[in-house]
């Protein structure tokens, strides 16, 4: 044989060799969870408080599901969708309840005069409850939510500012 087919045939084999080691590394080990997945997990963790609000609206027969995060300006930590009959509520959980109620406060401030020129008054539709450690912020007017939150929550920033 010629000394380039001998190289052709060395290289094929190292070739094969290498292939069917990675194919064989690729069906039998199993490197569990990788630090990625495990750092997106603990993002997406829901804390106490939001999972007890979330099963208290399911007793109110809302059928509620977390449905990603959300992020608010004006709000230090990321918040969780929390959807349900077509609608959804955003809940922010902090630490501690002084917190939550003093960046409530201003964020409230935010929707104090929204709509004041548009003939549709947005802030009937604006709903801010601080319960605890959680603000909820829901945006809309459906009767079954409003109720709910106001039978689930705390105080109701917007029922605070008309008194």
């Given at each position: 044989?010629?000394?380039?087919?001998?190289?052709?045939?060395?290289?094929?084999?190292?070739?094969?060799?290498?292939?069917?080691?990675?194919?064989?590394?690729?069906?039998?080990?199993?490197?569990?969870?990788?630090?990625?997945?495990?750092?997106?997990?603990?993002?997406?963790?829901?804390?106490?408080?939001?999972?007890?609000?979330?099963?208290?609206?399911?007793?109110?027969?809302?059928?509620?599901?977390?449905?990603?995060?959300?992020?608010?300006?004006?709000?230090?930590?990321?918040?969780?969708?929390?959807?349900?009959?077509?609608?959804?509520?955003?809940?922010?959980?902090?630490p501690d309840r002084q917190k939550?109620?003093?960046?409530?406060?201003?964020?409230?401030?935010?929707?104090?005069?929204?709509?004041?020129?548009?003939?549709?008054?947005?802030?009937?539709?604006?709903?801010?409850?601080?319960?605890?450690?959680?603000?909820?912020?829901?945006?809309?007017?459906?009767?079954?939510i409003i109720g709910a939150l106001?039978?689930?929550?705390?105080?109701?920033?917007?029922?605070?500012?008309?008194?």
């Amino acid at each position: 044989m010629n000394a380039f087919l001998k190289k052709f045939i060395l290289y094929a084999a190292i070739a094969d060799a290498l292939i069917l080691s990675a194919l064989f590394l690729k069906l039998f080990y199993d490197p569990g969870e990788v630090s990625i997945a495990m750092a997106s997990s603990e993002q997406t963790r829901l804390g106490l408080a939001t999972e007890q609000l979330i099963s208290e609206l399911k007793e109110s027969q809302l059928e509620p599901v977390s449905s990603g995060k959300v992020l608010r300006k004006g709000l230090s930590v990321p918040g969780r969708m929390v959807a349900f009959k077509g609608d959804n509520i955003q809940v922010f959980e902090y630490p501690d309840r002084q917190k939550a109620y003093s960046e409530a406060s201003e964020f409230a401030k935010k929707y104090e005069h929204i709509g004041d020129s548009s003939p549709h008054n947005w802030k009937k539709d604006v709903h801010i409850h601080v319960d605890d450690t959680l603000i909820i912020f829901y945006m809309g007017k459906e009767i079954e939510i409003i109720g709910a939150l106001e039978k689930n929550s705390g105080l109701s920033l917007e029922k605070q500012a008309e008194s």
